[in-house]
């Protein structure tokens, strides 16, 4: 089992990294025995990771820094980086190595403050490894302040420093920073592929496996958990139904509400299950006494915790929204393949009915307004608008068509 078995359907970005990290091992040895370093390196100091949402981001730059820094004693016969059963392998994968830092964030942005300390901790050298590398997992959502502290260690990284950014697309990432990085771009893998992974390594039966990849268009982190948890199937087929429910404004108005209290839901149970320790827990560090009374000058603290809590909380729920459009848009995608009658596999057949009825009613010219009122109700919750005004256009737009 290689480092590169969990990167699913992207052979050609794999075959680029590994020869990467070949030459990244040749230039350590180089550079340890004071020698030039060799001459036409495939190996750079940063590296953005773009695709669509599910196509293995985050999986291909974590696998990338294992095989940087693999210690297989195979690598001295001329092996191929990213054994996967090394200590360098196996610490970089699970996220334990000491060199290998992986930062995301829960919360809306990436600010100035914690920019710096990742900068700070950039400028260190490898510990025990052959390479510190940065793993940023959310570069997109660096604030414009953020993204300028972090373009000065871009610029000029420390000498044994390795920067792996990802994100959905170039347009994400400030001009200033891309321009200094090689860029790979990820594609969707097939679902085929999606299915095999699922059966191979979370072992789900062949049937489950195969409709959640479907159901899911190859995101392969949805894919796993439709297939793993019931509530999620749930919440899936709770959606589906929206299109059969907008018939008067009546039905939009409460499809709409329903969906944002399924999102709250969502954001709810996530902070019951974090908020609570994590306020325990900072609470013990300053030293709250017997009471619950907390010493003088810890105010700001706490308040900077909440405030923390909030925003990830907020963006829980607009996750678990973007969920359920990206769900709806699935559905009308489906329609429209019915009345155009393409012989594109569908997704949602599992709603077949649903599907063939919606078709039958409607046309191709209102589905796709259809599907544009979806993209703009997406459009609109990154722009803050209110959540609930945000889908209640929407649902309206849908009975509209």
Same mark, same amino acid.
């Given at each position: ?212 990849? +479907?159901?899911?268009? &190859?995101?392969? =982190?949805?894919?796993?958990? $439709?297939?793993?948890?019931? *509530?999620? !199937?749930?919440? %899936? ?55 619950? +009374?907390?010493?003088? &000058?810890?105010? =700001?603290?706490?308040?900077? $915790?909440?405030?923390?809590? *909030?925003? !990830?909380?907020? %963006? ?86």
């Amino acid at each position: 089992m290689s480092v590169w078995d969990d990167l699913v359907g992207q052979d050609r970005v794999q075959e680029q990294l590994g020869a990467a990290a070949q030459d990244a091992g040749a230039l350590v040895t180089a550079v340890s025995a004071g020698e030039r370093v060799p001459p036409g390196s495939r190996m750079t100091h940063a590296w953005l990771f773009t695709g669509p949402p599910g196509s293995g981001r985050s999986t291909a730059a974590r696998a990338f820094a294992a095989a940087l820094q693999c210690t297989s004693p195979d690598r001295a016969l001329g092996g191929a980086p990213g054994c996967g059963f090394c200590d360098g392998c196996h610490t970089s994968l699970v996220g334990t190595h000491a060199d290998v830092d992986v930062v995301r964030t829960d919360l809306l942005s990436i600010g100035v403050k914690e920019t710096r300390e990742l900068v700070r901790r950039a400028q260190l050298s490898p510990a025990v490894g052959r390479w510190q590398v940065i793993i940023l997992e959310d570069a997109d959502r660096l604030t414009e302040g953020a993204g300028n502290v972090l373009l000065k260690a871009v610029e000029e990284p420390a000498p044994r420093t390795v920067w792996l950014l990802c994100a959905p697309s170039l347009e994400d990432v400030l001009p200033t920073i891309r321009s200094r990085c090689r860029h790979l771009t990820l594609r969707t893998p097939s679902v085929d592929a999606v299915a095999d992974v699922l059966i191979r390594r979370d072992g789900i039966d062949p049937e489950r496996a195969a409709s959640a990849a +479907r159901a899911t268009q &190859g995101h392969i =982190g949805r894919a796993r958990r $439709l297939a793993t948890d019931e *509530k999620a !199937r749930a919440r %899936r087929a709770a959606v589906l139904k929206l299109p059969l429910r907008v018939e008067d404004i009546g039905g939009c108005l409460k499809a709409a509400q329903e969906l944002i209290d399924t999102a709250a839901d969502d954001a709810r149970q996530v902070s019951e299950e974090v908020d609570v320790k994590e306020t325990e827990d900072m609470k013990a560090a300053l030293g709250a006494v017997a009471g619950g +009374r907390m010493p003088r &000058g810890t105010a =700001g603290v706490m308040k900077e $915790l909440e405030d923390k809590q *909030k925003r !990830r909380k907020t %963006r829980t729920q607009r996750d678990s929204l973007d969920l359920a459009l990206t769900d709806l848009t699935g559905f009308y995608r489906d329609v429209l393949a019915l009345q155009l009658g393409s012989q594109i596999a569908l997704s949602n057949v599992d709603v077949r009915d649903a599907l063939d009825r919606i078709a039958r009613s409607s046309t191709p010219e209102r589905t796709l307004r259809r599907i544009e009122a979806v993209i703009a109700c997406r459009r609109a919750l990154d722009r803050n608008v209110a959540p609930l005004l945000a889908v209640e256009a929407m649902t309206v737009a849908l009975r509209a068509g």
